[in-house]
């Protein structure tokens, strides 16, 4: 373990310089064009650096996700990793990529491109060190993830089926890097309101309001939330009417809703997707769904967190601490397949944000964590 350490603090100038390719290479998810640049760039990286192999997944609609893979066996390691960001084109211009007071700043730096760098750099160090694994490490890199994974997802389950551990590359939460051992579900629902319309001076007696209904169910909904149990319904979008002397005819609702447990998950969704009208001559139709289910701490969860508490005071000599975050990621798809420990990534802050960062010294003892993760899991049977 030693050594896998050694070998990855001489290399810090290494990772930050790809860093900053990675940053200055802008990949909004939805630009094709400069999506498929970085994953172009990110796979001759991977066979450079670790002599592995790549196939693409086809994406329809954004760029092909790269499948990495390193070594052999009939087990696998899952790594997940996106390289799309949520940063219009353009921003690097008024965000440039800087490195002040030993943070490199930039949009996607944490969010998640240094997160890559340190799995690039972890693969590496087990390759030209010659550690030996029983099963192979499967590296995906996604081009969707800031939308919700449309495309990407049916392959990171995929992956994650065939795989006895996921390793996901977020970042962790807060100034001492705290992995993320629990994530809400989260789910988007739109309510269409359709009344009968009429003139609200002559003859209001003929219409049925579609707003004075929404405004009935949004009181509903919002009473659905129990924080203690963590979940939130947020109605966080309103529209409706046509004019104020009109009783209105169409009204809508965008609802965020978070949930913390399947339970809850189970009884918020059908009271949404069930919701009826007041006045019956209204109309209301539900559509939406949870598209990230929630990732709950199991034991299994558990005990990969404990091992890689163990493997950082051990080695790092640091106290690795855990934390749920009601942001959902691709963790909350594999955690029912795999154990699967989030939050791997680079340390910093401002993750959609301009102060976006990471802290470069932080850099290499996450990626040795991350190794002595994939050598632990892959030593084992
Ligand atoms: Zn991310």
Redesign the pocket.
């Known amino acids: 373990m030693e050594e896998i350490i050694e070998y990855l603090k001489n290399r810090q100038g290494e990772m930050l310089e790809l860093v900053e390719d990675l940053v200055k290479m802008e990949s909004p998810s939805q630009e094709p064009i400069l999506t498929s640049q970085i994953a172009e760039y990110l796979t001759i990286c991977f066979t450079k650096m670790t002599e592995g192999t790549y196939t693409r997944i086809s994406s329809d609609e954004y760029t092909d996700h790269i499948r990495a893979e390193w070594g052999t066996g009939e087990e696998q390691l899952l790594i997940l990793t996106?390289f799309d960001t949520v940063w219009p084109q353009g921003t690097i211009e008024e965000m440039p990529f800087y490195v002040e007071d030993g943070k490199a700043y930039g949009p996607g730096t944490f969010?998640?491109k240094a997160?890559i760098v340190q799995a690039l750099f972890a693969i590496q160090a087990i390759h030209e060190l010659n550690i030996h694994l029983n099963k192979k490490i499967v590296l995906l890199m996604t081009s969707d993830?800031?939308l919700g994974s449309p495309t990407s997802k049916e392959a990171i389950m995929e992956e994650a089926e065939k795989s006895s551990h996921v390793f996901v590359m977020?970042?962790p939460l807060g100034e001492n890097g705290a992995l993320k051992t629990a994530r809400k579900g989260v789910g988007t629902f739109d309510v269409s309101v359709t009344g009968v319309s009429s003139h609200a001076g002559i003859e209001p007696e003929k219409g049925a309001s579609a707003i004075t209904e929404l405004a009935e169910q949004i009181t509903y909904l919002s009473s659905l939330t129990d924080l203690v149990k963590g979940t939130s319904v947020n109605v966080g979008i309103i529209d409706g009417g046509s004019s104020k002397n009109v009783v209105a005819e169409e009204a809508h609702a965008v609802v965020d809703v978070r949930v913390q447990t399947q339970e809850e998950m189970d009884r918020v969704v059908p009271l949404i997707e069930a919701l009826s009208p007041q006045d019956d001559e209204v109309k209301i139709e539900v559509t939406g769904e949870i598209y990230r289910p929630p990732l709950e701490r199991t034991d299994e969860i558990e005990a990969l967190f404990d091992q890689a508490s163990v493997l950082s005071k051990k080695y790092l000599g640091f106290e690795l601490e855990e934390e749920s975050t009601g942001g959902g990621?691709d963790a909350n798809f594999t955690a029912e397949l795999a154990p699967t420990l989030d939050g791997l990534g680079a340390v910093g802050d401002g993750?959609h944000a301009s102060h976006e960062h990471v802290i470069i010294e932080e850099m290499p003892k996450r990626s040795a964590l991350l190794a002595m993760l994939l050598v632990t899991c892959g030593q084992s049977k």
């Open positions: 996106h969010d998640m997160g993830e800031e977020e970042p990621s993750a």
